[in-house]
């Protein structure tokens, strides 16, 4: 059993604004022309967007520490083989070890594994009852827990090479050891873990007793064999160095041997890959046993094993390696704390395995991205769609039949059509729709009948707002779907909205005014609005720290807004008033965002969990639990059955709303994951991280099929056009750039082999895919939007240099 401990403090609260934020608007002409939208403020108010690194400015210390216990059951139909040469131990001994692990397994209610464990050792259950003395064991009980023991307590290894774990059919090794390598198997049976604290349960593994002079000479060694392996191995079996560095370094600290570990890692930290040196920061300050408490970083690698990839070949290869060289030490370390998934075919190349690797917990398991995933669409509701008389009219004569039969093509094509790849239309229940919500939709695909067909001849135009006065306290922008409002959060803690249309903003007149309606009248949704009110910006006021994630509601009637504080509010835009404050977050919330149909919302922040809510509920409906850092952003799929978490342990996961469960892990990017968008069509995912890389994920079968480089700062903002054939993407380098999405997804090649392997030659046409760069002169983008006729929306707050 172990126990983890987690402490942390919350973020200072971030300085007041100066002057109220104001909006600038600048447009562009056409796509070829640069988008500047920060060029004409010359004076000193310009402003900031506050950098995409918010995790990193949260301190974790002077809280409570909350302890989480992970119960390990011991199944022993799994247990790894242990080395060769175990000691031979008395039976009445391991009699009383046995009947000392099933009472505690009784004690924590792990009935399941108790009965495991009594079924192996074949004992009756009236003499575990009784706990009697070891002596009135029968011979073939002794024996049988005398056998089992060997299995499931971990002895010094001998002289003798240990038996490396065997492969099952699926090509997996479970590499599971016991939590400590070196202790006596009576220790199994006396884990006091009440009296001792949390974190020394979880590092008892590092209790080694080799000999520390020697840790260098190992590694070395392993290093030598590796650097003259063969070319096609040493690509695979180089991933091995990072995570034994890691564990052999906490293991000296841990057992007081601070000049050996001082001097292995400053022999070993410069042959790591260039991706882990913000680890090795951490790791470099861990130089006393007492740092390694409660330090999370450290945690997290020893509680979750790091995942290797490796091919058949070269996994035989190590293991007739250590063999030969006895070398028990790191094979102790590769049982207890890395995760070998074998596959069958040709090792993979350096480039392939750099595209994949750079998470806190190495690779994602190929098993976790086998689930079925329905990443269809969801059946459009028919709606009549009537032409207006002016639509009829302003055609010429001749064009008038030709003009119906498209409009009425484009609109029926996609609701009559059922996607296979789609959900059932009950899996999870929806919102119906309100008639105001219909008549939103037959504008929508008014506008659809309007829409700029784009791609790399036909390029969309950008319009640029630029937030000024902000003083770097911009931290959050959205805009409405029909591109009406524009939300930003900020750091003085308000949320302001902007209409970016004639129409200005106006709130709902008073109960005593509102009596004197005749709500019989066809225009009664004007006059209960009260002029008086009527103004281009609302400041809505509530929130006690900044303000990090904005989402209007489909039908433009609510905003959400996460913050510091630990809250998510729900604001009405009929009152501009705040009318839940949803509480389920200890820690800062970084973003959250609505449903396509709103009522759902999804919240990630610092606790490192990602949490469902429903408008009308108080609690969370989900909790999706399972990153080891922030998350840092959400994104729902287009048909509400999934949610997409990019969190700082550099993965993306993918959740299903129905179960909670999570279906898809994607690994490969070197840093904090920051923006997240999926394609219109549902299949495909695009992620940006502060390594200014896009990645392009395949949803149904789990793959990465793309990458594109070209951005120089953090990726905060991705978009893919309402036709899917342009990505756009804005990042803090200033820039804004086009990718043609068509050519990226058309050539895909996803057979049995790349399925089964788990990864896809990429090819390198970065710039064959990127279609357009525009700069802003010192405006970071910190938002992206496609209008319903596919112009680009921008958003930023000026920087002054």
């Not at 939208?37 to 310009?46: A, L, V």
């Not at 590499?175 to 009296?195: C, I, L, N, Q």
């Not at 969190?647 to 994607?666: E, P």
Request: aromatic fraction near 8%; charge should be neutral.
């Amino acid at each position: 059993m172990r126990r983890l401990r987690r402490s942390r403090r919350r973020c200072g609260q971030a300085r007041s604004l100066k002057e109220p934020p104001t909006l600038l608007l600048r447009k562009q002409g056409t796509a070829l022309a640069r988008s500047d939208g920060g060029t004409t403020n010359n004076g000193p108010n310009g402003g900031s967007e506050k950098r995409c690194e918010r995790a990193s400015s949260v301190s974790r210390d002077g809280e409570t520490p909350k302890p989480v216990i992970a119960v390990s059951t011991v199944v022993p139909a799994r247990a790894a083989p242990v080395p060769a040469a175990v000691p031979e131990v008395s039976a009445p001994h391991d009699r009383q070890t046995l009947l000392a692990v099933l009472q505690f397994l009784r004690q924590s209610n792990l009935r399941e594994a108790e009965e495991a464990l009594r079924r192996e050792a074949r004992l009756l259950e009236e003499a575990v009852a009784g706990s009697g003395a070891p002596g009135e064991a029968d011979g073939t009980g002794a024996e049988a827990a005398s056998a089992l023991l060997s299995r499931v307590t971990a002895s010094a290894p001998g002289p003798a090479a240990p038996d490396p774990p065997s492969t099952g059919a699926s090509g997996v090794v479970t590499v599971s050891g016991s939590a400590s390598g070196t202790a006596a198997p009576g220790k199994v049976g006396s884990v006091a873990v009440e009296d001792q604290p949390d974190v020394s349960a979880v590092l008892s593994a590092y209790n080694q007793q080799g000999d520390p002079a020697m840790y260098e000479e190992y590694y070395s060694g392993l290093k030598h064999f590796i650097e003259c392996s063969l070319d096609c191995h040493r690509a695979e079996l180089s991933q091995l160095f990072y995570p034994l560095f890691v564990h052999m370094y906490l293991e000296l600290v841990y057992n007081q041997h601070e000049n050996e570990a001082k001097s292995f890692f400053e022999k070993f930290h410069g042959d790591q890959e260039c991706y882990y040196q913000d680890d090795l920061r951490v790791l470099s300050s861990l130089t006393k046993k007492e740092h390694m408490k409660g330090n999370e970083t450290m945690l997290d690698f020893r509680t979750s094993k790091f995942v290797l990839r490796i091919s058949r070949d070269s996994y035989q290869l190590l293991k007739r390696h250590l063999q030969e060289k006895q070398n028990n030490q790191i094979w102790n370390i590769v049982q207890e704390h890395l995760y070998i998934d074998i596959f069958d075919g040709m090792p993979r190349s350096k480039q392939q395995i750099d595209a994949m690797v750079g998470s806190l917990a190495g690779e994602a398991k190929r098993e976790a991205n086998k689930s079925k995933v329905f990443f269809g669409l969801l059946k459009e509701p028919e709606i009549e769609v009537p032409l207006d008389d002016e639509d009829e009219e302003g055609e010429n004569e001749e064009g008038k039949p030709k003009k119906k039969k498209p409009k009425k093509d484009s609109i029926g094509s996609k609701s009559k059509k059922q996607d296979p790849n789609a959900p059932p239309q009950n899996r999870i229940p929806l919102p119906e729709l309100k008639d105001s919500d219909k008549l939103d939709k037959i504008m929508n695909m008014k506008e659809t009948t309007k829409r700029v067909r784009l791609g790399p001849d036909c390029l969309p135009s950008i319009c640029f707002y630029t937030f000024l006065n902000a003083y770097q306290g911009l931290t959050a922008v959205d805009v409405t779907d029909d591109s009406s409002l524009i939300a930003g959060g900020f750091a003085d803690s308000t949320v302001r909205v902007w209409s970016v249309t004639p129409k200005k903003l106006r709130s709902v007149k008073q109960a005593a005014d509102l009596s004197l309606i005749d709500k019989e009248s066809d225009d009664v949704l004007e006059r209960i609005m009260d002029e008086k009110t009527a103004s281009e910006l609302k400041i809505l006021y509530g929130h006690s720290g900044p303000v990090y994630g904005a989402s209007f509601s489909p039908d433009r009637n609510y905003l959400l807004s996460s913050s510091e504080d630990g809250t998510v509010r729900l604001w009405s835009l009929q009152t501009f008033t705040c009318l839940v404050g949803y509480k389920g977050h200890n820690y800062p919330v970084w973003d959250t965002q609505f449903s396509p149909y709103g009522y759902y919302f999804v919240s990630g922040g610092h606790d490192r969990v990602a949490r469902l809510w429903a408008t009308d509920h108080y609690q969370p409906l989900r909790i999706f639990a399972g990153h080891l850092a922030d998350v840092n952003c959400t994104r729902f799929h287009p048909n509400s059955n999934y949610v997409a978490t990019g969190s700082a342990d550099r993965t993306v996961r993918l959740w299903d709303v129905l179960n909670g469960n999570c279906v898809r892990i994607f690994t490969g990017h070197k840093g904090p994951i920051h923006s997240l968008t999926f394609s219109p069509n549902g299949r495909f995912l695009a992620t940006g991280a502060t390594d200014g890389r896009v990645l392009l994920w395949d949803i149904g079968h789990g793959l990465m099929v793309g990458e594109l480089k070209g951005h120089t700062d953090t990726v905060c903002s991705l978009r893919f056009s309402r036709d899917g054939e342009i990505l756009a993407s804005g990042s803090m380098d200033n820039t804004v750039r086009l990718w043609d999405a068509i050519k990226a997804f058309e050539d895909l090649e996803t057979d049995d082999f790349t399925t089964a392997t788990g990864h896809i030659n990429l090819p390198e046409n970065s710039q064959e895919l990127l279609l357009g760069t525009y700069m802003t002169k010192s405006t970071p983008v910190v938002h992206l939007h496609f209008t319903r006729r596919n112009l680009v929306l921008a958003a930023g707050a000026y920087s002054p240099q």
